[in-house]
């Protein structure tokens, strides 16, 4: 639950018709015509009575965070690991997982043990150097993100080499858009993040949104196609000085608007992130429906902002090793001068898992013992609830899922895998 919240150096609908109440057994949720989209709104008592999910009294197993243990080190390396850009659970349990300095692709048994790695670190073909997202591809391919070479290195789940995918830039950059899911057919989706330290004219560069485009790439293609736009990160403009020199630059608001995009099979799922409102698009990028929620949204507090500081401290300062420490010290002195939302965002993250449902984390403070969930199916209609112990939701499954838990004391990282019960 906190990558989302990194510094980054590094619709109008008109109502048609009445409402409809309907209930699916105690949960009631009023549903209306818009235009041919559907406005689903639960009121909430809906979320209080939705059906609790239950987990497994212990966890299945547990995956590293051990004193000394040097075989599955997991704190130096999962990167995005609260939006579970880098690991995945396989539909037989085991889990394969992106970490370690050089990076590997470890894969870890059902008892919990590693048992192998995928390809390795390196430049050639089924090897990779900054792996930044684990996707799975149909039921038996792995694609991986290679952030530093724009290429997807496929892998088959038995750890065979099956070549690479490109990925084309866009803009000055060097980089390709962000990658967030792939389709049945191979396409994948994107997001291009724009990091301007201006706002747009006329805005206020304390809070700005710059247009986030969501894109589309199909298989083999050589560009990028639009399927829709939205808003993106709430920023403010900075600035960042190294060797001397002072350029301007961008900083996410502290707890601000970050949207949330996930991708299903048949799906493309959007939320603001300030307000509980989730859209669910075809795969085409065809709004479908509104689904929304009565939830209030919380305070950000004194506390929640010294701790908010206190973790990226931490983090930056492991860093020294990977770039210089002065540049390193400089940017946590300016965490003093972190700009803060005064609400948490209705919507922290959201995931897919697959059945196709939607799971959608209500926003909270870094400082809560656990982190609760909406769970809606494939067609956008509430289904129940679940908590989880405090942590990143990791992967899901049909039947199990894991988070990721870190030990504040040592800094330890280990993963644990639940079982679940719808």
């Given at each position: 639950?906190?990558?989302?919240?990194l510094?980054?150096?590094?619709?109008?609908?008109?109502?048609?018709?009445?409402?409809?109440?309907?209930?699916?057994?105690?949960?009631?949720?009023?549903v209306?015509?818009?235009?041919?989209?559907?406005?689903?709104?639960?009121?909430?008592?809906?979320?209080?009575?939705?059906?609790?999910?239950?987990?497994?009294?212990?966890?299945?197993?547990?995956?590293?965070?051990?004193?000394?243990?040097?075989?599955?080190?997991?704190?130096?390396?999962?990167?995005?690991?609260?939006?579970?850009?880098?690991?995945?659970?396989?539909?037989?349990?085991?889990?394969?997982?992106?970490?370690?300095?050089?990076?590997?692709m470890?894969?870890?048994?059902?008892t919990?043990?590693?048992?192998?790695?995928?390809?390795?670190?390196?430049?050639?073909?089924?090897?990779?150097?900054?792996?930044?997202?684990?996707?799975?591809?149909?039921?038996d391919?792995?694609?991986?993100?290679?952030?530093?070479?724009?290429?997807?290195?496929?892998?088959?789940?038995?750890?065979?080499?099956?070549?690479?995918?490109?990925f084309?830039?866009?803009?000055?950059?060097?980089?390709?858009?962000?990658?967030?899911?792939?389709?049945?057919?191979?396409?994948?989706?994107?997001?291009?993040?724009?990091?301007?330290?201006?706002?747009?004219?006329?805005?206020?560069?304390?809070?700005?949104?710059?247009?986030?485009?969501?894109?589309?790439?199909?298989a083999?293609?050589?560009?990028?196609?639009?399927?829709?736009?939205?808003?993106?990160?709430?920023?403010?403009?900075?600035?960042?000085?190294?060797?001397?020199?002072?350029?301007?630059?961008?900083?996410?608001?502290?707890?601000?608007?970050?949207?949330?995009?996930?991708?299903?099979?048949?799906?493309?799922?959007?939320?603001?992130?300030?307000?509980?409102?989730?859209?669910?698009?075809?795969?085409?990028?065809?709004?479908?429906?509104?689904?929304?929620?009565?939830?209030?949204?919380?305070?950000?507090?004194?506390?929640?902002?010294?701790?908010?500081?206190?973790?990226?401290?931490?983090?930056?300062?492991?860093?020294?090793?990977?770039?210089?420490?002065?540049?390193?010290?400089?940017?946590?002195?300016?965490?003093?001068?972190?700009?803060?939302?005064?609400?948490?965002?209705a919507?922290?993250?959201?995931?897919?898992?697959?059945?196709?449902?939607?799971?959608?984390?209500?926003?909270?403070?870094?400082?809560?013992?656990?982190?609760?969930?909406?769970?809606?199916?494939?067609?956008?209609?509430?289904?129940?609830?679940?908590?989880?112990?405090?942590?990143?939701?990791?992967?899901?499954g049909?039947?199990?899922?894991?988070?990721?838990?870190?030990?504040?004391?040592?800094?330890?990282?280990?993963?644990?895998?639940?079982?679940?019960?719808?």
């Amino acid at each position: 639950m906190r990558s989302r919240h990194l510094l980054l150096p590094l619709m109008v609908l008109v109502a048609c018709g009445g409402d409809k109440p309907t209930t699916g057994g105690a949960v009631e949720v009023a549903v209306r015509d818009s235009s041919g989209i559907a406005i689903k709104e639960y009121p909430a008592s809906s979320w209080e009575a939705a059906k609790r999910f239950t987990l497994s009294a212990t966890p299945l197993m547990s995956v590293g965070g051990e004193e000394g243990d040097t075989t599955i080190d997991l704190s130096a390396g999962i990167m995005g690991a609260s939006s579970a850009s880098v690991g995945r659970l396989l539909p037989d349990g085991r889990l394969v997982v992106v970490a370690g300095q050089p990076p590997q692709m470890m894969v870890i048994d059902t008892t919990g043990k590693k048992s192998g790695t995928i390809g390795r670190a390196g430049e050639g073909p089924g090897e990779y150097r900054l792996v930044t997202q684990l996707l799975q591809l149909g039921s038996d391919t792995l694609l991986a993100y290679d952030m530093m070479r724009r290429k997807g290195v496929l892998f088959g789940v038995d750890g065979t080499s099956r070549g690479e995918l490109d990925f084309p830039t866009v803009g000055a950059l060097p980089i390709a858009p962000t990658i967030l899911g792939v389709l049945n057919d191979g396409t994948t989706i994107h997001r291009g993040d724009a990091f301007d330290p201006r706002p747009p004219a006329g805005g206020d560069p304390n809070s700005y949104q710059l247009p986030l485009p969501i894109v589309a790439l199909i298989a083999g293609g050589a560009r990028y196609d639009t399927l829709f736009m939205v808003q993106g990160i709430e920023m403010y403009s900075s600035t960042m000085t190294a060797g001397g020199q002072t350029a301007a630059i961008p900083r996410q608001i502290g707890f601000g608007k970050v949207p949330q995009v996930a991708v299903g099979p048949e799906a493309i799922w959007f939320s603001p992130s300030d307000k509980f409102e989730i859209h669910r698009r075809s795969t085409g990028g065809a709004l479908l429906d509104v689904i929304r929620l009565d939830l209030p949204t919380r305070d950000v507090t004194d506390a929640d902002r010294s701790e908010f500081k206190r973790i990226l401290s931490e983090a930056l300062t492991r860093l020294k090793s990977m770039a210089p420490p002065a540049i390193i010290d400089a940017e946590i002195k300016k965490l003093d001068e972190t700009k803060f939302a005064t609400r948490f965002p209705a919507v922290g993250q959201m995931q897919v898992d697959p059945t196709g449902a939607l799971w959608a984390n209500i926003g909270g403070s870094p400082l809560d013992s656990t982190t609760t969930w909406a769970i809606f199916d494939a067609t956008g209609s509430l289904q129940g609830r679940v908590t989880l112990p405090k942590g990143g939701l990791f992967a899901v499954g049909t039947d199990r899922l894991v988070v990721r838990r870190e030990d504040p004391a040592t800094g330890l990282v280990r993963l644990e895998v639940w079982g679940f019960t719808r």
